[in-house]
């Protein structure tokens, strides 16, 4: 899906992650509530070395998922239950999500890496206790 025609700079940045409706929504809640982006390379292959996503940014596009480079979620260590990062995979292959030291997603082992299906698609992260993530 490509941005309409009418698309000012916001919706042009989200690219084919989302519908022309979608991308309106979200640039129109990123401005309300001032959402902060991040683009970031994938780099490593395990946790320690994989490149690290911002808690000071909620929209991270993610470059460069090919199966072989992870991304890591920052540490939430307060109980912020519902923090919410969405993660723009730009590429169409598949993206690794590591938590960070000590953390799970999706109910894992502490550690274990998170592979998001392939394509370009938002994938939703959300936090139900301290280190503690949910992903889709």
């Known amino acids: 899906m490509t941005a309409s025609a009418f698309a000012g700079p916001c919706e042009m940045a989200l690219g084919n992650a989302f519908t022309s409706a979608q ?4 640039c129109k809640a990123r401005w ?43 540490a939430i260590t307060l109980p912020l239950v519902g923090t919410t990062l969405i993660l ?20 894992a082992a502490a550690d274990a890496v998170f592979t998001a299906l392939t394509g370009i698609k938002p994938i939703i992260c959300a936090t139900t206790a301290a280190n503690t993530w949910v992903c889709s």
């Open 23 to 26: 991308q309106v929504g979200l």
């Open 32 to 74: 309300l509530l001032n959402l902060t982006t991040a683009t970031v390379a994938g780099a490593g292959t395990n946790q320690a070395t994989a490149a690290a996503l911002s808690a000071n940014a909620v929209v991270h596009r993610i470059t460069g998922a090919d199966g072989t480079v992870a991304w890591r979620l920052p």
């Open 88 to 107: 723009l995979n730009t590429t169409a292959g598949v993206a690794n999500i590591f938590p960070s030291t000590g953390g799970t997603i999706n109910g």
